[in-house]
């Protein structure tokens, strides 16, 4: 019986085992899926549906009702330490960014299990935009990347100058020295009690990790496909990282999306109506988007990245 057009595909729960506890996600596949996408989430508490404890867009779930409209596969996870994932997280000090990229690496290969793809896309929101470009190293897994709303620059740059434009002096040259140690590769063993959250001791060992990463160097290294997605009105990531990521790949595929903002919906330059789209399910994606998503991957249809017949 062939599925009408319009039914949506079902839903399904899957877990992924790990030595430190089960990690979980969303897969939806039409039948007779043209390809698979894997959606990596952005940093801090972001979920499967790239919520969190005070956002609620339901950006990766509507980018997977997207694709499955255009016969594309699709899995969302929440990654170790969030959702229903957070049982696998083993402790702080244990997390390195390469310890997400190594679940990514593992879940591209479930799902093409699952799917019986040739390979699978990643898509890449935010921090999830660098774990794609870890993830895809030497891995013939991987089909292409979708870049959205990824730095462009590396970690030290952007917390300089987020940091150098919010602190006073005395805590900027003490923020700064910080920074400094980690980027050696230096834990830091008394950070000022009002810079705690960025740099308890739990967390420095993931920052050490993330801050020896250049997002566009990463990028160079790799042969595959790239589609370098970017709004110009997201509060977060600028076109500037868009552009600096576009020039150390020549031949990806450059997208600005004018009014698109970070979780990826038409809204102003102005902060207070920006945000306010954080928190409203009931809007769209911004139209570019999706489209620009689907067709990329559908374009790269020829190059014998669809799944077995």
């Not at 793809?117 to 890449?124: E, T």
């Amino acid at each position: 019986m062939t599925t009408p057009a319009t039914a949506s595909p079902a839903s399904e729960d899957i877990a992924l085992k790990t030595p430190t506890g089960t990690l979980w996600g969303t897969l939806v596949a039409p039948p007779g899926a043209d390809a698979a996408a894997l959606i990596l989430p952005g940093s801090g508490p972001t979920d499967r549906n790239g919520n969190g404890p005070t956002i609620h867009p339901d950006s990766y779930k509507l980018i997977a009702e997207a694709l499955a409209g255009a016969n594309i596969a699709s899995l969302r996870i929440d990654k170790r330490g969030i959702g229903l994932s957070a049982a696998a997280m083993s402790a702080e000090q244990d997390l390195r960014i390469q310890t997400y990229s190594d679940d990514a690496k593992a879940w591209a290969a479930d799902l093409k299990a699952r799917t019986h793809a040739h390979c699978v896309w990643l898509i890449g929101h935010s921090e999830g935009a660098l774990i794609a470009e870890l993830a895809a190293q030497y891995n013939a897994d991987i089909c292409g990347l979708i870049l959205i709303s990824g730095a462009g620059f590396k970690a030290g740059d952007v917390l300089r100058k987020q940091l150098g434009a919010t602190l006073p002096d005395p805590l900027k040259q003490q923020a700064f020295s910080a920074l400094a140690e980690l980027e050696a590769g230096r834990p830091v063993a008394d950070p000022p009690p009002q810079l705690a959250a960025l740099f308890r001791p739990s967390v420095q060992p993931y920052l050490i990790s993330w801050l020896a990463l250049d997002p566009a160097a990463l990028l160079h290294d790799l042969k595959i496909p790239v589609l370098i997605l970017q709004g110009d009105t997201d509060l977060q990531i600028s076109v500037d990282d868009a552009r600096r990521l576009a020039a150390a790949r020549p031949d990806a595929t450059l997208t600005i999306l004018p009014g698109v903002n970070h979780v990826l919906k038409t809204a102003p330059a102005d902060r207070a109506a920006n945000i306010a789209t954080y928190n409203d399910p009931t809007l769209p994606l911004a139209p570019p988007v999706a489209a620009a998503i689907t067709s990329f991957i559908k374009s790269h249809s020829h190059e014998n990245r669809h799944l077995e017949r």
